[in-house]
């Protein structure tokens, strides 16, 4: 598949400096990726319009056609008249029908980690399409969610057989997994530089952790939204902002926006090769601006 697929062009940066010097040189291509965009979507739109584009889907291995729809999208977000869609979430391969980050996470993974068929992978989600891809190819693959107190962590739930765990008290062996897999979960951890922890503990030497989080990119500190107090309760330091939860239709609380200093954190725990990847792509539809995916070492 990788001579068939477009090479996905990235660029990695690690500080909030060299970010500030890439996007300097990116003014010029950021109103050219915007001017694309902007031209795929029709000029009369609702909740209810959805529209393709064409395209490479990595995932399939072939030409494709992109379905996109206005689920998801901030009403505010509008450019030259047009409002815009959830990109990330919402560009979906009409073979796979998986969207913009999923087909993109696992592009990289495969593409750019060049992870093989026996290695040992965890990713800190199950119910989901990205879990059912990634087990048809990796036979080794382990996934889970956090069922809190349902069942103890590390026993898998009868009726479901979903695993149960805390990504801040995994219940691996050590140096258990050649590859992590974890996607818009830290930012719901009120202490994650424990989760970042125990990922770094389960790790194998040279192993990988790829992961997405909602970040601010000229940001040096990380935007604390919400903390726990010291009697347990939620103290909301900004509007309370939910996320998407397939064991709850209550949504997740989100704790942070990260931003560069997370790195930092990253390497205070032992990770090297820290780095934010940012990268788009019409052809393999990645839209949206600067997708970002981060990757750590250990």
């Given at each position: 598949?990788?001579?068939?697929?477009?090479?996905?062009?990235?660029?990695?940066?690690?500080?909030?400096?060299?970010?500030?010097?890439?996007?300097?040189?990116?003014?010029?291509?950021y109103q050219d990726r915007q001017t694309v965009e902007v031209s795929l979507i029709p000029n009369d739109t609702?909740?209810?319009?959805?529209?393709?584009?064409?395209?490479?889907?990595?995932?399939?291995?072939?030409?494709?056609?992109?379905?996109?729809?206005?689920?998801?999208?901030?009403?505010?977000?509008?450019?030259?008249?047009?409002?815009?869609?959830?990109?990330?979430?919402?560009?979906?391969?009409?073979?796979?029908?998986?969207?913009?980050?999923?087909?993109?996470?696992?592009?990289?993974?495969?593409?750019?980690?060049?992870?093989?068929?026996?290695?040992?992978?965890?990713?800190?989600?199950?119910?989901?399409?990205?879990?059912?891809?990634?087990?048809?190819?990796?036979?080794?693959?382990?996934?889970?969610?956090?069922?809190?107190?349902?069942?103890?962590?590390?026993?898998?739930?009868?009726?479901?057989?979903?695993?149960?765990?805390?990504?801040?008290?995994?219940?691996?062996?050590?140096?258990?997994?050649?590859?992590?897999?974890?996607?818009?979960?830290?930012?719901?951890?009120?202490?994650?530089?424990?989760?970042?922890?125990?990922?770094?503990?389960?790790?194998?030497?040279?192993?990988?952790?790829?992961?997405?989080?909602?970040?601010?990119?000229?940001?040096?500190?990380?935007?604390?939204?919400?903390?726990?107090?010291?009697?347990?309760?939620?103290?909301?330091?900004?509007?309370?902002?939910?996320?998407?939860?397939?064991?709850?239709?209550?949504?997740?609380?989100?704790?942070?926006?990260?931003?560069?200093?997370?790195?930092?954190?990253?390497?205070?725990?032992?990770?090297?090769?820290?780095?934010?990847?940012?990268?788009?792509?019409?052809?393999?539809?990645?839209?949206?601006?600067?997708?970002?995916?981060?990757?750590?070492?250990?």
């Amino acid at each position: 598949m990788f001579g068939l697929a477009p090479k996905l062009d990235v660029n990695s940066i690690t500080s909030l400096a060299e970010y500030l010097s890439y996007s300097e040189s990116m003014t010029g291509k950021y109103q050219d990726r915007q001017t694309v965009e902007v031209s795929l979507i029709p000029n009369d739109t609702s909740i209810d319009t959805s529209f393709v584009s064409k395209g490479f889907c990595f995932v399939c291995g072939k030409n494709t056609n992109f379905h996109t729809d206005f689920l998801y999208s901030d009403p505010n977000h509008v450019v030259d008249g047009h409002q815009i869609p959830n990109w990330r979430e919402r560009v979906l391969c009409e073979r796979c029908k998986l969207n913009n980050r999923i087909r993109a996470s696992i592009q990289f993974l495969e593409q750019r980690l060049r992870a093989k068929r026996s290695d040992s992978i965890y990713i800190t989600e199950q119910y989901t399409p990205l879990y059912a891809h990634l087990k048809t190819k990796y036979a080794s693959l382990v996934g889970s969610e956090y069922l809190g107190e349902k069942i103890p962590f590390g026993q898998i739930d009868e009726a479901s057989g979903v695993r149960n765990e805390s990504i801040s008290k995994l219940t691996f062996p050590s140096s258990s997994f050649d590859y992590i897999l974890s996607f818009d979960v830290f930012e719901h951890v009120p202490e994650y530089s424990i989760a970042l922890e125990e990922c770094f503990r389960c790790l194998n030497e040279g192993g990988t952790l790829l992961f997405s989080v909602p970040f601010i990119t000229n940001s040096e500190a990380n935007l604390v939204r919400a903390r726990v107090d010291d009697q347990g309760g939620i103290q909301h330091i900004f509007e309370p902002e939910y996320h998407g939860d397939p064991t709850s239709a209550d949504g997740c609380l989100c704790f942070y926006h990260f931003g560069w200093e997370m790195l930092d954190q990253l390497q205070d725990v032992g990770f090297n090769q820290v780095q934010a990847h940012f990268f788009w792509s019409k052809k393999l539809g990645y839209l949206g601006g600067d997708q970002i995916l981060f990757s750590a070492s250990k």
